[in-house]
């Protein structure tokens, strides 16, 4: 485990990179040999769209990576959060309990809330509008709630009281299991029900992306699994019946445009299909 800390302490930006897109690169190829679903688009126009964005979200992290640094660095200097207030553990204890705090508050309660407030969700829309969910949909964030996410895993990072290097730990894991769980990939229904226990599974995480609520506000997972089943947000449905894409943007010159995408914010509000939120 120290060869672990040691690491990701010290992780250089190309490492990172390689993580991103080597990870991006291995979905992409098991989904052309094993593809769950075959749909007619133009694959070229959809992964330099969701390509975009997944520069635009590298970018502000980037440039906000100074906040996170000096947060974590003054919760452990202050002895700050709830790892700095637990009894001392096995190395390999703390690393799991700092990945499971970093992981509920920094993905899932900011992924609850980007669906429970109105102008976050304005900003999440763009994820929903993707109508061919694959492993590059995985960061096809609005700068905006590029930001928004930041800001979470900032706090998460300060309450966890976690170290740079569970940081660094954690999100080298969830680029490669955001890309995971949106995979195009046909994986044995056996084998992500064993998984489905702990991780986050494509056939779980398609349910959140079908066009229309209530199963829009389910499954909000981005690691652990356990939050949705712990806080009654899980939900199952045949996969082959889901209809990928949000109900209020379901034109295709909405989906397919990244100057109208970056624009679905600041327009006027549209109720969805069962009232997601009043007036």
């Known amino acids: 485990m120290e060869s672990i800390v040691d690491y990701f302490s010290q992780i250089p930006s190309s490492h990172r990179s390689i993580i991103l897109l080597g990870g991006l690169t291995f979905f992409m190829v098991l989904e052309f040999g094993l593809p769950f679903y075959r749909a007619r688009y133009n694959k070229a126009q959809h992964f330099g769209i969701n390509l975009f964005f997944t520069f635009t979200t590298v970018l502000v992290n980037f440039l906000m990576a100074v906040i996170l640094l000096k947060s974590s660095d003054w919760a452990i200097e202050h002895q700050f959060g709830i790892l700095q207030w637990l009894p001392e553990m096995p190395l390999w204890v ?11 508050i920094g993905a899932y309660a900011a992924h609850w809330m980007e669906h429970k407030v109105k102008w976050m969700w304005r900003f999440h829309l763009v994820h929903h509008t993707d109508p061919n969910v694959d492993a590059t949909t995985a960061n096809r964030h609005h700068p905006g709630e590029s930001v928004i996410r930041f800001a979470f895993t900032t706090v998460a990072a300060v309450l966890a009281g976690a170290p740079m290097y569970l940081i660094m730990l954690y999100q080298s ?3 490669a299991l955001s890309q995971f769980n949106h995979a195009n990939v046909n994986f044995p229904v056996w084998a992500e029900k064993i998984l489905g226990f702990l991780i986050v599974t494509p056939r779980m995480h398609r349910v959140h992306h079908h066009y229309v609520l209530p199963f829009t506000d389910t499954n909000y997972g981005n690691i652990f699994s356990v939050w949705d089943r712990l806080f009654g947000t899980y939900a199952e449905m045949e996969n082959r019946q889901i209809v990928f894409g949000i109900d209020t943007h379901m034109a295709p010159e909405e989906q397919a445009n990244i100057g109208t995408l970056l624009k679905i914010p600041f327009q006027p509000y549209r109720q969805p299909e069962g009232a997601k939120f009043e007036g």
Request: aromatic share 22%.
């Open 94 to 104: 703390f690393i799991f309990v700092g990945l499971l705090l970093l992981d509920f």
């Open 173 to 175: 894991m969830s680029a």
